[in-house]
Nanobody, 125 residues
Framework: QVHVAESGGGLVQAGGSLRLSCVVAGRTYSSDAGGWFRQAPGKQRELVAGISSDGRLKYADSVKGRFTISRDNAQNTMYLQMNSLNPEDTAVYYC???????????????????WGQGTQVTVSS
């Protein structure tokens, strides 16, 4: 059974930084697509940053130059470093492994889709 767990969210002032972590258990995901999504109240869930199965990176325009996605295959962990945070970044952030990231980035659909429970990020002005 695959388990995805995010951590690292919290309350931070505008201009501050946070690093989110996503640990995957039950699956070695070194060749899987993985991504960070976020959902603010009243808005649709959107891809913030993703890594495709072939290693391509994609960032939402609103976070380019501020957020960095990375992963440590040895630790089965994916990260999202978030710098220069602003109140518009306030949302629940979700880690995804599989087809939701692939659909957002383009690529082959493999038929699996795993989500974490999400971690709240709140940026105060």
């Amino acid at each position: 059974q695959v388990h995805v767990a995010e951590s690292g969210g919290g309350l931070v002032q505008a201009g501050g930084s946070l690093r989110l972590s996503c640990v995957v258990a039950g699956r070695t995901y070194s060749s899987d697509a993985g991504g960070w999504f976020r959902q603010a109240p009243g808005k649709q869930r959107e891809l913030v940053a993703g890594i495709s199965s072939d290693g391509r990176l994609k960032y939402a325009d609103s976070v380019k130059g501020r957020f960095t996605i990375s992963r440590d295959n040895a630790q089965n962990t994916m990260y999202l470093q978030m710098n220069s945070l602003n109140p518009e970044d306030t949302a629940v952030y979700y880690c995804n492994l599989g087809d939701s990231t692939t659909r957002a980035m383009g690529g082959i659909i493999f038929g699996y889709d795993f989500w974490g429970q999400g971690t709240q990020v709140t940026v105060s002005s």
